[in-house]
C-alpha cells in the first residue's frame, strides 16, 4: 500500500540557521513528489515538486528538496530559515502508473525563532 | 482572478442537519477534491472526481455526499449520518497532466452547535 512517513511531528530552528524537514515514501514505480505549505486556516500550497529529471528540486520561497530513489527520501530543505517560515509542512506522494489518488502525509509543523 | 474559492468560511450544525460545503473553481481543471483535516492526521480524502457527473469514494467517504453536475463545482454535504463532523475541509483541483499539482481552496471550518 501507499504510504508518506513525516518523522517528525514538529521542527525547531534558530533564525539563520539550516532547516530540514524529512519524508520517505513507500509506493510503487516513479512516483510525483510533492511539498505543500499551509498557513493557519488557510488551504495548502505547493512549494515544489519532483516529476522526473534532476534530483535536486527548487521551489518557492528559497526551499529544495532532494529525491534519493534508493532511500525513497525527499527531505525538504532550506540552507536559511526565516521566522516566516513558520508553518504546517506536507509531503505528499502520487503513484503515476495509474493511480489517481495523492497521499499526503500527517505534516510537521516547523518553528523558527527569532 | 484564476481559484479555488469556498464558502462559507464558517458553518454551523445543529443535530441531525445535513449542511453543504460549496466548492467552486475557474481552473478549468479535470479533477476535484474534498479532504477533511483534523490535528495531526494530515489530510484524509473524502471524496474525488475526475469529470463531469462521475465521482469516486475516497477514505472515509461515509456520512458524506458529493454532485459534479459542472466542471466548475463540487459541492460536498456532511450528512446527519457523520457522527464527528466537526474539522477543517478542504476542497482541491487539479489537471491530470503535468504533474498533478493540487490548488487548495481557503477551507471551511465546520463546527457542531
Known amino acids: 500500500a501507499q504510504s508518506v512517513a513525516q518523522p517528525e511531528d514538529q521542527v525547531n530552528v534558530a533564525e539563520g540557521n539550516p532547516l530540514t524537514v524529512k519524508c520517505t515514501y513507500s509506493?510503487?514505480?516513479?512516483?510525483?513528489l510533492f511539498w505543500y505549505v499551509q498557513y493557519p486556516n488557510r488551504g495548502l500550497q505547493v512549494l515544489l515538486k519532483y516529476i522526473t529529471g534532476d534530483n535536486l528540486v527548487k521551489g518557492s520561497y528559497g526551499f529544495e528538496a532532494e529525491f534519493n530513489k534508493s532511500q525513497t527520501s525527499f527531505h525538504l530543505k532550506k540552507p536559511s530559515a526565516l521566522v516566516s517560515d513558520s508553518a504546517l509542512y506536507f509531503c505528499a506522494v502520487r503513484d503515476n502508473t495509474g493511480g489517481f489518488k495523492t497521499i499526503f502525509g500527517a505534516g510537521t509543523r516547523l518553528f523558527v525563532k527569532a | 482572478d484564476g481559484g479555488i474559492t469556498q464558502s462559507p468560511k464558517y458553518l454551523f450544525r445543529k443535530e441531525g442537519q445535513n449542511v453543504t460545503l460549496s466548492c467552486e473553481q475557474n481552473?478549468?481543471?479535470?479533477?476535484m477534491y474534498w479532504y477533511r483535516q483534523d490535528p495531526g492526521q494530515g489530510l484524509r480524502l473524502i471524496y474525488y472526481?475526475?469529470?463531469?457527473?462521475?465521482?469516486q469514494k475516497g477514505d472515509i467517504a461515509e456520512g458524506y455526499s458529493v454532485s459534479r453536475e459542472k466542471k466548475e463545482s463540487f459541492p460536498l454535504t456532511v450528512t446527519s449520518a457523520q457522527k464527528n463532523p466537526t474539522a477543517f475541509y478542504l476542497c482541491?483541483?487539479?489537471?491530470?497532466?503535468?504533474?498533478?499539482?493540487?490548488?487548495f481552496g481557503p477551507g471551511t471550518r465546520l463546527l457542531v452547535l
Open positions: 509506493v510503487s514505480g516513479n512516483p510525483y
Open positions: 482541491a483541483s487539479s489537471m491530470e497532466t503535468g504533474g498533478a499539482t493540487q490548488y
Open positions: 481552473l478549468n481543471h479535470d479533477a
Open positions: 472526481s475526475q469529470i463531469v457527473n462521475d465521482f
